[in-house]
C-alpha cells in the first residue's frame, strides 16, 4: 500500500523480517567502508544485521538476500541499474556530528534519541537538508570532486574548514602502520 515503510523484504518467494531502524543501518554502512573487512566479512555483516532470522535464510538465498539489503538500503533507488554512480562526497561517521544536526533540523526533533525511527523517514530527513553548514560542505566537495571552480567566498572556506571539508581515507591499520613508517623516514 502507498506510504507504507517496509518491515520485510521478499527473498525468493519467501518474506524475512528486517531490522529498519536507521542506526542498524548505519552500522551496516560503517562496516561497508570499514577497511579492515574482507567484502564477504561486508556482506555477512549486512546479513546479519538487517534479516531478523538470519539463520533462517538458506545460504543458497544470500545472493538474493544481499541484493534486496542494498535495494532497500539506497531507500528503493538500487533497482535503478543504469543510474552513473555520484562521487563521494560524504561519510557517515566522519560527518556524524555534522550531519545528525542537519537531520535533527530537518525533523524537528533529536533523531539520537527516538527510541525506534525507520530507515527511510530517517533519509528522508536527510534528503532534505538544504541549507546549513552541512549543505554548504556537501555543496563544496561535490564541485571539487567534480573539479568545478570554487567562488572566492568557497575557497576561502574551504581553507579555513580542511579538517570538516575534506574526506579522510580509511586506512587499514597495516597501512596506517606503512605510512607511519614512511613518515618517520621522511623525518
Known sequence: MIGELPKSLTVNNADYDIRTDFRDILNILCAFSDPELTDEEKVYVCLYTLYRDFDSLPESDYEAAFKGAINFIDYGAAEDGGKKKSPRVMDWEQDEMLLFSAVNKVAGFETRSAEYLHWWTFMGYYMEI??????????????????KKFEKWETEFWRANKDLCVLRPKLSEEEKRKKERL???LG
Not at 130 to 147: E, M, P, T
Request: aromatic share 4%.
Open 183 to 185: 613518515n618517520a623516514l
Open 130 to 147: 538544504s541549507d546549513g553548514l552541512y549543505a554548504q560542505i556537501l555543496s563544496l566537495r561535490s564541485k571539487k570532486a567534480k573539479n
